[in-house]
Structures are given as structure tokens and as C-alpha cells.
């Protein structure tokens, strides 16, 4: 058996008496696309920030591609293949669209108009060719989110880190979404996903993980998760798997 | 014809017509006005690597100039060594202080006010440690002997000094081009707009910031160097006080800061300015740095974007008719 592209194990963080992330471990297979779901506050995006070394963590390792990477700086990890996109999209407002994407592909690409050549074509893959010339800050949300993701993928990722690229998006944008995510997959980028929207996660995940106050409590396919009382009562509170379970048996008898 | 290309083509337009200036005219005082400007320009120039294209809001440029102005007049006087030589010592001096003090403050991620007042609180001790050591000739400053020859780098007529700075201005043009259309000048953007986000995409902003705070201070030591060319004299006043700062940020921010015109039209516009109000209130001391400050909140409030930007905020205007709903 190969190696994950992503391993990390015991991962630890806390931020002062709060413990973010506690001793976390999971494997990404190369090629895979798999999402990271849990309530508000699990401790999703710090997972991801101690992945990509935006944080250091207080405990644990983080091996990508066969390299310890624990506690490496963002920008150098880039460079090995591992780019996040952020839950708060962080547009270089000033700058066009292409010029917003150009700066990802510069990561291979030290030339200004191969680099721009680039942009374009990754554009083309998300759906922002019309919003090409347009100053980043004249975007909507759903553009900005596109913009997120074409900036990663520019880089020409071997995996993806994607915080919530679907949230704040209404029913229409996030079908239009969907399929970009689908087909950033197929063309064989690994891609690790935390979202909000089941219907995607049901979709699109082969393997999920969910985390629930800094703690891996299950993982498994999409409907063994969700079929899961430790996640039911973590998303509904404690006992509810119970109730809901008496409640279905009372409508059948 | 790409966007570099018309730049550059600008740029050596500009270079040609500036250049001519000597030989239309023998006004001392057209060929003085347009060689202070030049001046002026290049120092907003320098300002406008770091602080338009970086986000980087030094408040303590002068730190930069003093040391290039110093080291011109040392390496003469104390050296022995022709002006000539001694300019791409004073360039290299000041980039090296530039590379010292971005290497502490960016290190330690100061950014925004604080990086402001760290390079203020530079420039002020490098003032007093200026005017309490030796060499530098403490409170009396240094005097360089006038020997006119352009072997000395000291020239009878304002022309020589003008072709001079005009050919440091270019330089600086053509950088600040290359910031325009290349991959440093791109993550140096970037690293302005939102330094995570170019963090996750693979740009390290300490080593993009570091350059671009030697690159602006390179061009700031050849305007300190250019000034005791031209004036024989520097002290720790001139060198290291807040008026080099000032200027250098101002032109900058009122011209259009991240633009590759915007400070020439920012130094063009004040020196018009200051030129005028001399004329009008005689030497009054500090009237120019009243005039600076009016003219500094006047543009910030309606004019954001800088000189620069007032052909580009007409057009919105225009095309804003049909109204944005956000």
C-alpha cells in the first residue's frame, strides 16, 4: 500500500484553556476527494491551518507527501504541492481578477505573460472568464469564492485544502459550484473539503471525517456519518439520537 | 502594443523631453525648478516602492537618504574617494541600512502604524547619533569643497546636475515598471492586498518585503547623494529630520501611490505648490509643510487614489450612473 499524500497524527491545539484541535489524527489518500464537517466551533479551520503551517501545533505531526512538514511555513508547502483557500475569502481587492490569479500561477511560472496565460485558462475551468478584467472588489460572493479557489488551483496543487468554498452561496450558485469542485477532482488534484452543506458533502464526499469540539468523533462513507449517533447527537444534542430513534419506531408501530 | 511596452515607451518619452530642457532653455531658475523636481520626484519614487507597491508606510525614509547623503560627503572628505566612486558606496550603504532595519521590523511582522513609527523612531536616533559622533562633524555638518568639474561630479550649471538626477529618475521609473509587469512586483501586490493569502499560495512576504525595503532605500541613498552634490553641505538636520520623510510620502500619496506616474505628478504638483507660496509669503519658515499637510487631507479626502487616479474616478463617475447595488 502507498503512502497518504496526507498524513497527521496526534495533532494538537489549544488557545489558552481552549482546546481547539485535540489529538487528531487522519490520512488523506492521493486522489481522493474527502470533506471535514462538525458543528460551529469544532475546530475545522484550525485543523487546516495546522495542516497548511499557519499554525504551529502543540503536539502532533504532519507528513505531506512523504516529508515531515510539521510547523512549515505556508508559502513553502505551496511550493510541495499543499494550497488552502480561506472560509473568509481574501481577494487581492485592488487587483483584477486575472491579475488575482496570476499571482498563484507564478508559483511555476516566473514569466509575467505565461503566468497570465495561465490565469486565464484556470478561469475558464471556475467560471470566471466574463469577470476577468473586473477589479477583484467588484465581485459577488459567489465570484469571490470562485476567485479563492481559481487563486489555489493556479498553483497547480497536488492537494487542495478547501474552507467552505459553498457557504453563503444560494441553492443555484452552489449547483453551479458543485461540479467545478467534481471536475477539480477528476483532473486527479486531491482535494480535502470542510462544508456546511450536507447536500454536497453527500454528493461529492467519498470519505468523511467529522470533528465536534477539537475531537474526531467518526468517519467513515457520507451515510454511515450521518447515520451515526455520536453525530447526530453532536450536530442535535445529547440524547437526541435516542429520541428520534423511539420517535421512528412509535410511527411504525 | 502590450501595457509594459507602453509604459516603457512613456518612460523614454519622458526621459527624451526632460532631457531637452537644458538645451531649449539657460533660465537658471527653469533648469533649478526642473532639477528640484526631479529631485523630489525621485524620492516619492523611492517612497512609492515600498509604501504604494508594499503597503509599507515608512514615516522614517530619511533614514536612507541621510545615510546615502553621509557617506557621499564622508567617503569624499575623509576617503579621498571621487564622487563618482563614492555614489554606488552611498547607494549600497543606504540599501544595506534598508535590508538592517526591514530585517528586524519585518521579522517580527510590525506592519501599519507601528512599522511607521519603528522607521521614525530610526531616522531620530541615526539624527542624534549624527549630530553627537565625530565624523559625521556633529552639529556643524560637513562641508564638501567646491572643485566644478563633471569628474567631480560637480557641475558649473544646473543642466549637468539635472541630467544627473533625470537619469537616477528613470532608473527608478523603469524599476518601478518592472514592479508593474513582473512576478516581484506581482507577490509584492499581493503581499500589500492580503498577506495570508499570499502566504497560501506560496509567496514568502518576508523575503518580498525585505527586497522591496533595500530597492527604496537604494534609490533614497542616491538622492542623499545627489543632495551634497549639489549643495556641498549636509548635517544631521537635513540628513535624518522629518522634512526628507515627509516629502517623500507625501508627493507620493498625493500623486498616487502604487502607480507609475503618480509621484512624478505628486512632486511636479507640490513643488509647483511650494514654489508659488514662497512667492506669495516670502520665506516664512514651515510654510510649506502647512501647505503639505492642507494638501495631504484635501487629497485623501476626495481624491484617494491620488492625482493619478482623477482621470480614473471621473470615468467611474461616469459609468456609475446605472448605480451598484452593493
Known amino acids: 500500500m502507498t503512502e497518504a499524500l496526507l498524513a497527521v497524527g496526534g495533532l494538537s491545539r489549544s488557545f489558552g484553556g481552549l482546546k481547539a484541535v485535540q489529538d487528531v489524527s487522519l490520512s488523506v489518500k492521493e486522489g481522493s476527494l474527502s470533506a471535514l464537517i462538525g458543528p460551529n466551533g469544532a475546530g475545522k479551520t484550525t485543523l487546516f491551518a495546522l495542516m497548511s503551517g499557519f499554525l504551529k501545533p502543540d503536539a502532533g505531526s504532519v507528513r505531506f507527501a512523504g516529508q515531515d512538514i510539521t510547523g512549515r511555513e505556508p508559502h513553502r508547502n505551496a511550493l510541495l504541492g499543499m494550497t488552502r483557500t480561506f472560509q473568509i475569502v481574501k481577494p487581492f481587492a485592488a487587483q483584477t481578477v486575472r491579475e488575482n490569479i496570476a ?9 509575467r505573460r505565461e503566468a497570465l496565460a495561465h490565469a486565464e485558462a484556470i478561469a475558464l475551468r471556475v467560471g470566471l472568464a466574463p469577470q476577468l478584467d473586473k477589479p477583484a472588489s467588484d465581485l459577488t460572493v459567489a465570484g469571490r469564492k470562485r476567485l479563492e479557489l481559481a487563486r489555489a488551483l493556479a498553483t497547480r496543487p497536488r492537494l487542495l485544502l478547501l474552507d467552505e468554498v459553498l457557504a453563503g452561496l444560494n441553492p443555484q450558485e452552489i449547483a453551479e459550484m458543485m ?10 488534484v486531491t482535494v480535502l473539503m470542510i462544508e456546511h452543506v450536507m447536500q454536497a458533502v453527500m454528493h461529492l464526499a467519498e470519505h468523511v471525517w467529522v470533528l465536534a469540539q477539537g475531537q474526531l468523533i467518526a468517519e467513515g462513507s457520507p ?8 453525530v447526530v447527537e453532536a450536530y442535535l444534542g445529547h440524547g437526541t439520537a435516542a429520541r428520534l430513534r423511539k ?3 412509535g410511527v411504525q408501530a | 502594443m502590450s501595457s509594459a511596452h507602453r509604459q516603457l515607451a512613456g518612460i523614454a518619452l519622458f526621459a527624451v523631453l526632460v532631457g531637452c530642457v537644458p538645451l531649449v532653455t539657460k533660465s537658471g531658475v527653469t533648469l533649478n525648478f526642473v532639477m528640484m523636481a526631479l529631485y523630489a520626484t525621485l524620492i516619492a519614487q523611492a517612497w512609492n516602492i515600498l509604501g504604494g507597491f508594499g503597503g509599507q508606510f515608512s514615516f522614517g525614509h530619511a533614514l536612507f537618504f541621510g545615510t546615502g547623503a553621509y557617506i557621499q560627503a564622508i567617503a569624499q572628505l575623509q576617503g579621498g574617494i571621487n564622487a563618482w566612486v563614492a555614489l554606488p558606496l552611498a547607494v549600497a550603504g543606504a540599501a544595506l541600512v534598508g535590508l538592517f ?18 522607521t521614525l523612531a530610526f531616522a531620530e536616533v541615526f539624527r542624534i547619533l549624527a549630530l553627537s559622533v565625530n565624523f559625521t562633524g556633529g552639529g556643524v555638518g560637513l562641508m564638501v569643497p567646491l572643485r566644478e568639474s563633471a569628474a567631480n561630479l560637480q557641475f558649473a550649471s544646473r543642466a549637468g546636475y539635472l541630467w544627473v538626477v533625470l537619469a537616477m529618475v528613470v532608473l527608478a521609473l523603469l524599476v518601478t515598471c518592472w514592479l508593474r509587469n513582473g512576478r516581484f512586483g506581482a507577490y509584492l501586490q499581493a503581499v500589500r492586498d ?13 523575503r518580498v518585503k525585505l527586497a522591496a525595503i533595500g530597492i527604496s532605500a537604494a ?16 548635517d544631521a ?32 504638483v507640490l513643488h509647483l505648490l511650494s514654489d508659488l507660496t514662497r512667492n506669495l509669503f516670502g520665506e516664512l519658515p514651515g510654510i510649506n509643510m502647512v501647505i503639505y499637510g492642507t494638501v495631504l487631507v484635501v487629497i485623501v479626502i476626495f481624491l484617494p487614489r491620488g492625482v493619478a487616479g482623477l482621470g480614473l474616478s471621473v470615468r467611474q463617475l461616469w459609468s456609475a450612473k446605472g448605480g451598484r447595488h452593493d
Open chain 1, 103 to 111: 499571482v498563484g500561477a507564478h508559483l511555476h511560472q516566473r514569466g
Open chain 1, 179 to 188: 461540479p467545478v469542485v467534481r471536475g477539480i477532482a477528476d483532473s486527479g
Open chain 1, 223 to 230: 451515510a454511515q456519518v450521518t447515520s451515526d449517533d455520536k
Open chain 1, 247 to 249: 420517535a421512528a419506531s
Open chain 2, 101 to 118: 532595519v526591514g530585517a528586524l521590523t519585518f521579522r517580527y511582522g510590525l506592519k501599519d502604524s507601528y512599522f511607521a513609527l519603528v
Open chain 2, 194 to 206: 492580503n498577506e495570508d493569502a499570499a502566504r497560501a499560495v506560496g509567496v514568502n512576504p518576508f
Open chain 2, 219 to 234: 534609490f533614497m541613498g542616491a538622492a542623499g547623494a545627489f543632495y551634497v552634490q549639489v549643495f556641498q553641505y549636509i
Open chain 2, 237 to 268: 538636520g537635513i540628513a535624518y529630520g522629518p522634512a526628507v520623510s515627509v516629502e517623500a510620502l507625501v508627493a507620493a500619496i498625493v500623486g498616487g501611490m502604487g502607480t507609475l506616474w503618480g509621484p512624478v505628478l505628486g512632486a511636479v
